[in-house]
């Protein structure tokens, strides 16, 4: 038998990780645009600003890691 690995064609492709970061930040901003609506009280405002915030820490822990080396 041999050593070498068999893997199929696409997994030698990149993820297009710009792109998606770039649709999470605009994601984001789309959610902090929500906060200028029609709501009745503040619990509108604490669901979406927790969940850009969310999402921006996941953006910069990605950023971070991948500075850092630890994620490829």
Do not use: F
């Not at 297009?16 to 649709?23: E, F, T």
């Not at 906060?35 to 953006?59: F, K, T």
């Amino acid at each position: 038998m041999s050593d070498e690995y068999v893997t199929a064609p696409d997994q030698h492709k990149a993820e297009p990780l710009k792109i998606w970061r770039i649709w999470w930040i605009v994601a984001t901003i789309m959610i902090l645009l929500m906060l200028w609506g029609n709501h009745a009280s503040w619990m509108e405002d604490g669901w979406l600003i927790g969940s850009a915030a969310v999402i921006l820490c996941g953006l910069i822990a990605d950023a971070v890691l991948r500075k850092r080396g630890w994620k490829s």
